[in-house]
């Protein structure tokens, strides 16, 4: 038996649980192997095959030019056919380690396999109002409001635009304010799609001008986009695979997405869906390293599910889950940076339903191990809808899955043996042993909004559910977090060269919007 | 390139996703180990130096008189000693494969090592009343209610009684109409406490003439005694350890049942817990054994959680989810039959925080393959409390868990490549193909009260949530599901017989308290 005394100076060393250092901030994944080693190599050559002998519509003359140079071909329907030992070449040479910048670079990420983060994501049109519980029209405030949200969750480490400014209908309007309000509202990374190419140079214009200094964007690029340059099956989309050019010429990281959906763009069988959504992230990851070589790629093959009942897609049930952690653990296998999507309930509100809907699927693929978990705070609706509650519901989710992800400790002093013997022969309890102070701080952590009142005290303190005390949470944020990182000469600038429509009373504490809780 | 047709005829073989036939329920587990085989190894030599060295407190003279003989000796405390080679044998000849009898064969189960199965649990005190959504005293009303209503859900295997008929004080009274109201609402295997052992012979009395056959339920015992033999740390309860006896003696399966609380009544490192909840789950498995050799026992070790700002339990955190997935992983390393808990939400209400807790610790506990997930439907309030509608929820979150548990099968044809050349190169999708058709009901699990809907037609049917849905769903099955497997006759005898309380009326359809959904 061991003698010597556990939960000692080591044990009062540890750090709290949840304390990530700046740049370290991921959570090693891994843990969850929905495939054998067998198994991804069958789908890998599967997506090999497909490739070579199937190959993708509509690449656009740049990459045709430059893949037909390095040996692709085109077969009499024009598709162009990648064959084996060139996409061995880019897979084996895309970039695998980067750092993907934020405005502060406390929110820095080092991008690589396996080393998971969570990101927000999505496209909604529809924001559940916080005052009515009701649907309507997402905006350019919600995307401000969503963003300085995000700020202040540390579960949450890339702020992608969850919502679309809806009133906002000319594309470059919406492109330059879609961007200016993730901007204004977190320091941290960010992600957006941008409709064209012509847009990603204004953009970079303007964030330099916020930044006050030209050649600012290039030096720390901290915004990616979200290129979404395959339609499923097999079809580069034009406009997109311009924009990931025009990005990778102009240093901006891309998330390269496609989204084929099981029985609809892809097989209902979901080991097919696999096979296709892996040969056209790769196809798309050969189309960027063709126009530039080893530029920083987020593989984002998000592999969607139907309904097929209705064909609609579904976001929360159990075979989405198997999906997204196949496709994370496959990029682990190819050592790429990868981002897959999680936590895409189907339910309308943040209920019991979309607490089951998200986990599931959050955990199993955070498990399974990508770089990025997107959607993974505030989404609802099967994507249709966000909401600033679900989005502080969901960090606080996060958290609790950080908690699994880092496991279970186990060592001579962990395994206590001379502490339980203490307790057994001594007190009969734990309570004030060395060891329980010592490790109270590391070994749990403890929710902010979730309950774990008795339920007299629960009833005393008014009987509020979850989505109840989000929604205190998030007036408390939103009457109080302003972000201030942008000069006011500089903002001012940037509203005197663009069309910027997020209105200034919205952006400072007197905002008529947001009253704290009484 | 693989040439022959997907989706042929072996794909339209296939069974529908969820239809487990009698006798194989169960869904096999152990894609999650928390645990390395070394930390196992490292676990297990810890918790058999306990046993060896600091022993259990408190052995009746019954097992004392027995494991002296086998080896074992007291210290001079009056600690009962295990030596490494007695638990060796214990371990070595303990039931690993045995039948858990249904009152229907239709419900029996074979209790092997990671093989899964989901019960209920629990011995709650409040009732979140279905109708004000309030929290008020749990009757034998209440038990009769959720007994029938599980018989209803085929994701739950075995009925454990998940609350306490508050109203009834005598002890004789209350284990008789607790068993007399399980075995009227459901023919599945039941569990529950016995709080006596001179009630173990009277109970099988009574059911043996609910069955109206003298010796029926030694045929068939459909009844587990859930036993906590221990309490934490390490010390023998006398009158669980003689009803565990009594039990045994008359082939009555158990539950051997401890629950150390980390922090508490168990060291605060999670692997100290571990050690300690092995020690005494063996420990108590050898009590049973030295009684009656080979008797089938389900381990069940529950390592709880404290939370250290208030020593309150709390189960609905990570720490939970891992400690609750390890001693799955550990007793499959035993190979011997467990039963850990989960869903054990500390939300008072079914919100969406209990959605997460509930699907994280009940996903992760499933997944480390014990062959029991107690306390899996129903409970709320950190145990305090229980909930009719919540039960048909988590059996709804259960039907998306063992999707996922089933995991991705891997084959020529579900890789699918000629069903993605099909696609790809005519109609551009898959809709029609004969492997989406084909595979519609096999490949995919359709859930039955989780919303699907697009966002305007739920607003259509008036935007209810999880919690309204799973109201209507209760409604209509009490108002109209009244098992009839006993015999009114025999009924009557056993009303005559015993002091049975549950009113008649509560038992037949035109039952004053429920009324169907208008």
């Not at 304390?19 to 190599?41: N, Q, V």
């Not at 897979?91 to 502060?104: C, K, N, S």
Request: one cysteine or more.
């Amino acid at each position: 038996m061991a003698t010597k005394r556990s939960g000692g100076k080591q044990a009062r060393r540890k750090k709290p649980a949840m304390d990530f250092s700046p740049r370290a901030d991921g959570t090693a994944g891994g843990m969850y192997k929905p495939l054998t080693i067998h198994e991804m190599e069958r789908i890998h050559a599967a997506a090999l095959d497909v490739l070579q002998h199937v190959g993708m519509k509509g690449a656009t003359p740049t990459v045709t030019e430059l893949a037909l140079a390095k040996g692709c071909s085109l077969d009499n329907e024009g598709r162009l056919l990648f064959p084996r030992s060139f996409m061995d070449d880019i897979i084996a040479d895309a970039a695998r380690d980067f750092v993907l910048h934020g405005q502060e670079p406390r929110h820095d990420i080092d991008a690589r396999a396996n080393q998971v983060h969570f990101a927000t994501g999505g496209a909604a049109v529809k924001m559940l109002d916080s005052d009515s519980g009701e649907y309507r029209p997402s905006t350019i405030e919600d995307l401000y409001d969503l963003a300085r949200l995000c700020d202040t969750l540390p579960n949450i480490q890339w702020f992608a635009r969850p919502v679309v400014a809806t009133e906002l209908e000319n594309w470059r309007e919406l492109d330059l304010n879609t961007i200016y309000a993730c901007a204004c509202g977190t320091t941290k990374h960010l992600g957006s799609s941008i409709i064209v190419p012509e847009h990603v140079p204004e953009i970079i214009e303007m964030l330099d001008s916020l930044l006050g200094q030209e050649g600012a964007f290039r030096n720390r690029p901290f915004l990616s986009v979200h290129a979404t340059t395959i339609v499923s099956p097999l079809t580069f989309a034009e406009d997109s695979s311009n924009v990931a050019t025009a990005a990778a010429r102009a240093g901006m990281p891309i998330l390269s997405l496609t989204g084929p959906q099981s029985g609809a763009t892809a097989p209902a069988a979901l080991a097919g869906t696999l096979v296709q959504v892996v040969a056209e992230s790769m196809g798309a990851l050969a189309a960027i390293n063709l126009v530039k070589p080893g530029h920083p790629v987020i593989v984002g093959g998000w592999p969607f599910v139907s309904d097929l009942r209705t064909g609609s897609f579904t976001g929360g049930g159990g075979e989405q889950s198997l999906l997204s952690a196949a496709m994370a653990q496959l990029m682990s296998f190819y050592d790429l940076p990868s981002g897959v999507a999680a936590s895409m309930a189907d339910s309308k509100v943040p209920d019991n339903q979309a607490g089951y809907e998200k986990a599931i699927t959050t955990l199993l693929t955070a498990m399974g191990g990508p770089t990025f978990v997107y959607e993974s705070a505030g989404m609802l609706a099967s994507l249709l809808g966000c909401s600033l509650e679900s989005m502080v519901i969901d960090a606080e989710m996060i958290s609790n899955i950080r908690r699994c992800m880092r496991g279970i400790e186990v060592n001579d002093d962990t395994l206590s043996v001379t502490v339980i013997a203490d307790a057994a022969r001594g007190p009969g309890h734990f309570l004030g042993h060395d060891q329980t102070i010592a490790l109270m701080e590391s070994e749990y952590v403890y929710p902010e909004i979730a309950d774990r009142e008795s339920p007299d005290s629960w009833i005393e303190k008014g009987s509020q559910d979850m989505w109840a005390r989000a929604r205190n949470r998030v007036r408390d944020v939103l009457s109080t977090y302003y972000p201030r990182h942008i000069e006011a000469g500089r903002d001012a600038d940037v509203r005197q060269r663009y069309p910027i429509r997020l209105d200034p009373a919205h952006m400072i504490p007197e905002s008529p919007r947001w009253r704290p809780v009484s």
